[in-house]
C-alpha cells in the first residue's frame, strides 16, 4: 500500500502523520519536526510491555494509571509528540478529552525498544523526553536484555542514567517508589 502523495510543511505535519497512520496503520509521531514511523509489533514487544504494565499495576500509587496509546504533547509545538509504549499519569487521564497529554503530568515513560528500531533512533528520542520535561523515561532493549533509566532533565537533558541488564532490577522513583522485576522480560530471538 502507498501512502498519498503528501507535502508536509510546519502546521501541518499533524495532519500528515493522521492521513499516514490512517493509509497504512503505521503508528506516526512527530518528533523535532520529522515524521517517524513504527510497523506492527512482535509478540515478545507487546509481551514485553503487558508484562511491565502488570507490574507497575500491582503497586500503582491511587490517583495514577497506566496507559498505553497515549501521546505527549511537546511544550509550545502543537505539531511534536511521541507516543510512548507504556505512560504513567494521573488517573483522570480517563475522562480527558484531549489526545495530548501534558509532559508535566507524566510519571513515567517507557520505551521498548523493538527489533527494527536503530540505536540512534533511541538516543533521538530520549533527547525528545528529555527536551518536553518528562521526569522518567524507562528504557527497555530486549535485544540485547539491558535497560537504562532516565531521570530528572536538567534544561532538557537528561545526566546520565542508571543501566543494568535483565535480572537487574530496576528502582523506580517516588511516587512509583517500586523495583521493576526485570528477568521476567522477554529477549528478541
Known amino acids: 500500500m502507498t501512502p498519498p502523495a503528501m507535502h508536509p510543511r510546519p502546521g501541518n505535519l499533524r495532519k500528515v502523520a493522521e492521513e499516514i497512520e490512517h493509509a497504512t496503520g503505521l503508528q506516526v509521531e512527530i518528533l523535532g519536526g520529522a515524521l517517524a514511523t513504527s510497523p506492527s509489533l512482535c509478540g515478545k514487544h507487546a509481551g514485553t510491555i503487558r ?5 507497575l499495576e500491582s503497586v500503582m500509587p491511587e490517583g495514577l494509571a497506566a496507559y498505553e496509546v497515549t501521546s505527549i504533547a511537546m511544550p509550545g509545538d502543537a505539531d511534536d509528540y511521541c507516543t510512548p509504549d507504556l505512560i504513567v499519569l494521573p488517573d483522570a487521564w480517563d475522562t480527558d478529552d484531549e489526545w495530548l497529554a501534558d509532559p508535566a503530568d507524566v510519571e513515567l515513560a517507557v520505551e521498548v525498544i523493538s527489533r527494527s528500531e536503530k540505536a540512534h533512533q533511541i538516543t533521538g528520542k530520549n533527547g525528545w523526553y528529555g527536551a518536553a520535561g518528562v ?3 524507562l528504557v527497555i532493549d530486549p535485544g540485547f536484555g539491558r535497560w537504562a533509566l532516565y531521570r530528572d532533565p536538567d534544561s532538557g537533558v537528561y545526566p546520565d542514567p542508571v543501566e543494568g541488564m535483565f ?3 530496576i528502582m523506580l522513583p517516588v511516587p512509583l517508589s517500586t523495583a521493576v522485576d526485570t528477568g521476567c522480560l522477554p529477549l528478541y530471538g
Open 135 to 137: 521526569r522518567t523515561l
Open 167 to 169: 535480572g537487574d532490577p
Open 51 to 55: 508484562r511491565l504494565r502488570h507490574q
